[in-house]
């Protein structure tokens, strides 16, 4: 069973723009924070962007400025709107989403984002 799905990436030129999406079809989706997270080949997996059932937001220093985090709760998804991409942002985005009462989380499969010229 399917929880989140991601979708939006591909390639794009340095400078560029994506809108990357998680799809989530969990229950009680308001609930959940939700983070994105990348791995680029040969590191560790790292925290981007997150948002708080509550609206609140945090962003890796890296991408401060460049990139935004937003949710739509009626639609049980999340974005995040990248702009000013660096080939440094290249990595597989991945999205997470947690709840606390009960404990309860999920990982999607990754989208590819490849910034190149």
């Known amino acids: 069973q399917v929880q989140l799905v991601e979708s939006g990436g591909g390639l794009v030129q340095p400078g560029g723009s994506l809108r990357l999406s998680c799809a989530a079809s969990v229950s009680a989706f308001s609930i959940y924070d939700v983070k994105w997270y990348r791995q680029a080949p040969g590191k560790q997996r790292e925290l981007v962007a997150s948002?708080?059932?509550?609206?609140?937001?945090i962003f890796a220093d890296s991408v401060k400025g460049r990139f935004t985090i937003s949710r739509d709760n009626a639609k049980n998804m999340v974005y995040l709107q990248m702009n000013s991409l660096k080939p440094e942002d290249t990595a597989v985005y991945y999205c997470?989403?947690?709840?606390?009462?009960?404990?309860?989380?999920?990982w999607g499969q990754g989208t590819q984002v490849t910034v190149s010229s």
């Open positions: 997470y989403a947690r709840r606390y009462v009960p404990l309860l989380d999920y």
């Open positions: 948002i708080t059932s509550g609206g609140s937001t």
